[in-house]
């Protein structure tokens, strides 16, 4: 079992260690695990107050069917959990296997079985073949149904990444019959599904982006759809491998076409929504300030003066001139094929500072102890197309993205939590000193 963070919660050890997840099993509450701590797919902990876990079971037989998962809630008192059930109890659930909502006064936890989610109510709707048929229907307006028909048995949909509350994605595979005669499509779809009202912003932003970077000769995904008062996206599904899973063998002409499509990027001239401002980014490393220093409590004083020279740096971004970002950009988010980048997810994109980008990318770089010459090329491809932010504002939102980033060592669930937080630690202290930027 991996070392738990002393400001933990009185239920975590137990779960973690598997006791409770054996004994709900033996209570025909849950479905057996092979291995427990390999099934959990998301971890959001808030020392000293609650976690968020996902727990992803086997697949169903039925290819459309939902696959056994449990989102769970623990809270740092059983008084929170039995008020957080209350709640639950007065909601609508789907049924998998019978499987039902839950309450363990022993850890302080609410279970609930996927696909139910009360902050993405339509996440259930995917796993209603009818239900769900209709709202591929009026997204895929290119298809009109009168036209068009989906084939029932033909529609299935793979589970690629679940955050309970915010986001689930989906590939989902489609067979479209002509009504009139014989013709068959076949689509495959990147699916999404956000709480109805950040999915109409999030298929603006999709829609926007696509065309414009489109019209500057960049590679993107079309945008299929969204149905108003659902949180349901629908956007081509692209083939290819995401930057993040092969660095080691990537070569730099790949990052230097990174940089490149990232200046292109940020030289659009569209309308978005602005990002937060250097103010409220400084209000967001104070709470995550707090958080890590309950997590790591032995390097609270490295920790904190990390936060008060990162606080301080923040203030120079307002100096700059905004322009549009993608607000979450790494290599995680950057498809390869033949060699050439196409970026995806533009949820959090919008009109902000464009060091944030190059900073946050060269920081997941960082981690990933990828060799620095990449980090170099890819500043050399993005200074092809434009002029790169001074070397003292880069240093400091690299090192940003790196504080930003202490979380998730103990997020994924590594024995060696701990120092890895510490390394991320001594990276950020060492790119603000100027030693390896």
């Known amino acids: ?42 971890v959001r902990l808030k020392p000293d107050d609650s976690c968020r876990l996902f727990v992803f079971g086997p697949r169903a037989e039925n290819p459309s069917a939902a696959p056994f998962g449990f989102y769970l809630q623990l809270f740092a008192t059983v008084d929170r959990a039995r008020e957080a059930f209350a709640k639950e109890q007065t909601r609508h659930h789907r049924a998998i296997d019978q499987l039902e ?3 363990c006064e022993q850890t302080a936890t609410v279970a609930v079985p996927f696909p139910n989610d009360a902050e993405l109510p339509d996440l259930r709707h995917v796993y209603e073949p009818d239900r769900f048929r209709r709202t591929l229907g009026d997204l895929l ?6 036209d068009w028909r ?25 067979e479209l019959r002509n009504r009139h005669h014989e013709e068959r499509k076949s689509l495959v779809l990147h699916v999404q599904v956000e709480p109805s009202h950040r999915a109409e912003e999030t298929y603006k932003k999709q829609s926007v982006l696509s065309t414009a970077l489109t019209a500057a000769g960049s590679a993107t995904r079309e945008s299929y759809g969204w149905v108003r008062s659902r949180g349901v996206i629908a956007t081509e599904w692209v083939d290819g491998v995401t930057l993040s899973s092969h660095l080691a063998t990537t070569e730099s002409d790949v990052l230097a076409a990174v940089g490149q499509e990232l200046a292109t990027l940020h030289s659009l001239t569209v309308e978005l929504p602005h990002c937060p401002s250097p103010i409220e980014r400084a209000d ?15 390097a609270a004083p490295e920790i904190q003066s990390l936060s008060d020279s990162l606080t301080e740096s923040l203030k120079s971004f307002s100096l700059l001139q905004s322009s549009i970002v993608h607000g979450d950009f790494h290599p995680g988010q950057v498809l390869v094929r033949d060699r050439r980048p196409l970026f995806i997810d533009f949820d959090r994109a919008g009109r902000g500072y464009a060091v ?23 500043l050399v491809g993005y200074r092809s197309q434009s002029t790169a932010p001074n070397d003292e504002l880069l240093r400091s939102a690299t090192a940003l993205a790196l504080f930003h980033r202490l979380p998730a060592p103990f997020r994924r669930l590594d024995p060696q939590w701990p120092d890895q937080t510490r390394r991320l630690i001594t ?10 930027l």
Not at 141 to 146: C, I, K
Not at 155 to 174: A, N
Not at 284 to 293: H, K, Y
Not at 427 to 436: F, K, M, N, V, W
Request: proline share 8%; net charge neutral.
């Open 284 to 298: 967001t490393v104070l709470r995550l300030t707090a958080d890590v220093c309950k997590l790591l409590p032995d």
């Open 1 to 42: 079992m991996i070392p738990l963070p002393p400001h933990s919660l009185p239920g975590l050890e137990s779960i973690f260690d598997g006791t409770a997840w054996s004994r709900w099993v033996d209570e025909g509450r849950t479905f057996p695990l092979a291995d427990l701590m390999q099934s959990i797919r998301y």
């Open 141 to 146: 307006s290119q298809y009109p149904t009168d």
């Open 150 to 174: 989906i084939k029932r048995r033909k529609l299935s949909s793979e589970v690629l990444s679940y955050k309970p509350g915010r986001r689930c994605v989906f590939k989902t595979t489609v």
């Open 427 to 436: 990276l950020a202290q060492e790119t603000l000193r100027g030693d390896i």
């Open 356 to 378: 944030e980008d190059i900073g946050n990318f060269i920081a997941y770089l960082l981690e990933a102890q990828a060799p620095l010459a990449l980090c170099e090329q890819f």
């Open 101 to 103: 909502p839950f309450l």
